[in-house]
């Protein structure tokens, strides 16, 4: 299972960014999908995550500005994120927490390599 992140790059606060990305490999279903986050000498946080239902959940910090979008069920995940603030600088990390077969339980969680967002003021 891969995760493979698309749209990260260098821009100015105020505008905005689309990150994309696609999970490829052979999964029994998806569970969520989402993204998060880490700065430079910061822990890394969850920024957004989005269900196989739809049901979305954001961090404080980026409530209103960022929004994701799937469908998390067919293995794809969009962030927008608008009205970008510097502090928004930091390695954006496509998330994805997975079912397993039955009769295993639980779930699985896989991690893209990371895309930068660089936001100048």
């Known amino acids: 299972v891969q995760l493979q992140a698309f749209g990260g790059g260098l821009v100015q606060a105020g505008n905005s960014l689309k990150l994309s990305c696609v999970l490829s490999?052979?999964?029994?279903?998806?569970?969520?999908m989402g993204w998060c986050r880490q700065a430079p000498g910061k822990q890394r946080e969850m920024v957004a995550t989005?269900?196989?239902?739809?049901?979305?959940n954001y961090a404080d910090s980026v409530k209103g500005r960022f929004a994701i979008s799937g469908p998390a069920a067919k293995k794809m995940v969009s962030l927008q994120m608008n009205s970008l603030k510097p502090e928004d600088t930091a390695v954006y990390y496509c998330t994805a927490d997975t079912m397993r077969p039955p009769p295993m339980v639980g779930s699985d969680n896989f991690w893209g390599q990371g895309t930068q967002v660089t936001v100048s003021s």
């Open positions: 989005i269900s196989r239902t739809g049901e979305t």
């Open positions: 490999g052979t999964v029994v279903g998806i569970n969520s």
